[in-house]
């Protein structure tokens, strides 16, 4: 049962537009969110995390947001440049230092290609 | 520099046999992870290891096997039990349990 669902395997926004990646949880007991970027053949990179205590992070371009009661976040990033074209990975962790507890790895959906055209 | 280094970046490995991939990181991290991603699939844990001579099964652990005798230094043998090793291998490493994790480049393991 698939803990972390990003539903859309693929995005297109054209550039200078918002990109807007979707991630649903339904794990009540996670209580801290990242999301990474991927190219292929490579580790993904941390891009901005969120704890349960807030609903909004913003860096730079990069915004998430966070609705407890719908388990949903999401990551905005506007404007839209080529080299944000890749995949995108959401994953959650229960028991987070903000929790004060350890539980496991983190736990990914499994990604959205985003594509920005020019 | 501060980082995690996997080696080696491609590995090509007959059936039946085992091997052994490397993960070393400097940046002096209590936990260390194994995941692999397949297409079309997220990054499924394989292991993780909270601290030195520590380590738990993750998700999909059968057919690995882990180490963790030092600090900066969490290799992953994939065995002749794994029955479909052919994958993308990314180790992981972060300050405490579930803080950001920083990835290393990975290995791609095709059995031949």
């Known amino acids: 049962d698939q803990q972390v669902k990003q539903n859309s395997p693929s995005l297109s926004v054209q550039e200078g537009r918002i990109s807007i990646l979707n991630c649903d949880y339904t794990n009540s007991m996670f209580d801290y969110f990242l999301w990474y970027k991927k190219y292929p053949a490579e580790g993904p990179t941390f891009l901005i995390s969120i704890s349960s205590i807030k609903d909004k992070n913003e860096d730079g371009r990069f915004t998430v947001f966070l609705n407890k009661s719908a388990k949903h976040l999401s990551l905005h990033i506007v404007p839209s440049q080529p080299g944000d074209s890749a995949v995108y990975f959401c994953a959650a962790s229960a028991g987070s230092m903000y929790s004060g507890g350890g539980a496991d790895g983190l736990t990914f959906g499994k990604g959205t290609h985003l594509i920005i055209q020019p | 520099d501060g980082g995690i280094t996997q080696s080696p970046k491609y590995l090509f490995r007959k059936e039946g046999q085992n091997v052994t991939l490397s993960c070393e990181q400097n940046?002096?991290?209590?936990?260390m992870y194994w995941y692999r991603q397949d297409p079309g699939q997220g990054l499924r844990l394989i292991y993780y290891?909270?601290?030195?001579?520590?380590?738990q099964k993750g998700d999909i652990a059968e057919g690995y096997s882990v180490s963790r005798e030092k600090k900066e230094s969490f290799p992953l043998t994939v065995t002749s039990a794994q029955k479909n090793p052919t994958a993308f291998y990314l180790c992981a490493s972060s300050a405490r349990l579930n803080t950001e994790a920083f990835f290393g480049q990975g290995t791609r393991l095709t059995v031949v």
């Open positions: 290891s909270q601290i030195v001579n520590d380590f």
């Open positions: 940046l002096n991290h209590d936990a």
